[in-house]
């Protein structure tokens, strides 16, 4: 087992390596190699994109006649993804690069196509200056106008530096810096003005809902009515009988005083004299209760004699 993880076998002294028989291969045999695809293809068939990087079972085999500074070119075969197609391409030694054989086309090799135009050109031109002495003349003057022409432009670009080389630029930064902060310290002035002129809104409103809810509030209760005493009956029921009386003797007077004045005056006299009848009682109940009551007017007294009048008659 520890054999075969030895790197350098043993060779007897006796050893000749040309007695070894030799393989006689041929020099186009294909191999079977693991690959991937070089650059971005698509397939002329079926028209399937195939991506840089995409891995294929690739057959491999030596370009015969074809070498770059005795490097061999080799050829690889694939299939495409879809349809199976046979697309092949080979090593481009020259350009480090692959070139498309058949099978498909190549996309995105616009800058290597740029690249073989301006070779071509400047082959071109190599061999025209070669054979036309005058050209090369034309070409010579040509170069130099470009370079006076490119000279002059970074003339003018040294100058454009000189001239920003005056400006400060720490003090344009410092500017910016002060302005950034004036409008920062702005902002801030402006948002506090406005959460004022909010909360003063806000203050505002809450005392107008206030003022609104005192003026719906329920009225208050009234008062309980004092409760009357219990001696205020017996209070009140002088008060009323003497009230009505008052009532009936100024009923009677304003019936009987004025037509009966002159009579009553004329009679007065005359009853003076006169002794008492039967209603002799009654005339002295009144008298008594004229004397009594000191302070009845005259015609409540006036009234008084009416009635005995009339009694007697």
């Not at 002329?44 to 995409?54: A, L, M, P, S």
């Not at 070498?67 to 197609?85: D, H, Q, V």
Request: with cysteine; proline share 6%.
């Amino acid at each position: 087992m520890s054999e075969r993880k030895v790197l350098n076998k043993y060779y007897p002294p006796g050893f000749d390596p040309s007695k070894i028989p030799k393989l006689k291969l041929p020099k186009d045999r294909q191999y079977v190699v693991r690959l991937m695809a070089p650059f971005n293809m698509r397939c002329k068939t079926c028209g399937e994109y195939i991506y840089k990087g995409k891995k294929f079972n690739a057959r491999k085999e030596m370009v015969q006649n074809e070498a770059y500074l005795g490097l061999p070119i080799f050829r690889f075969y694939i299939k495409c993804t879809r349809c199976l197609a046979e697309i092949t391409f080979k090593t481009d030694p020259e350009n480090t690069d692959y070139t498309m054989e058949h099978g498909a086309t190549r996309n995105f090799q616009a800058e290597k196509l740029l690249e073989e135009e301006e070779k071509r050109v400047q082959k071109e031109r190599a061999d025209e200056e070669l054979n036309n002495p005058m050209k090369v003349l034309e070409n010579r003057t040509k170069y130099s106008k470009l370079e006076m022409e490119v000279l002059e432009n970074l003339q003018e670009l040294k100058d454009l530096n000189q001239r920003q080389a005056h400006v400060d630029f720490e003090a344009m930064l410092l500017q910016h810096r002060l302005s950034q902060e004036q409008r920062q310290q702005q902002q801030e002035e402006e948002d506090e003005r406005e959460t004022a002129a909010l909360l003063e809104e806000a203050y505002h409103r809450r005392l107008l809902e206030d003022s609104d809810s005192e003026d719906e509030a329920p009225p208050s209760r009234p008062r309980a009515a004092a409760r009357p005493k219990p001696t205020a009956i017996l209070e009140e029921a002088p008060k009323a009988k003497r009230k009505a009386e008052a009532v009936g003797s100024r009923a009677q007077l304003a019936g009987l005083v004025a037509p009966k004045k002159a009579k009553v005056e004329a009679s007065w006299d005359s009853k003076q004299v006169q002794m008492p009848t039967a209603g002799a009682p009654e005339n002295r109940k009144a008298d008594n209760h004229a004397s009594q009551t000191p302070g009845a007017s005259s015609l409540s007294q006036l009234g008084t004699y009416g009635d005995s009048e009339d009694s007697d008659s």
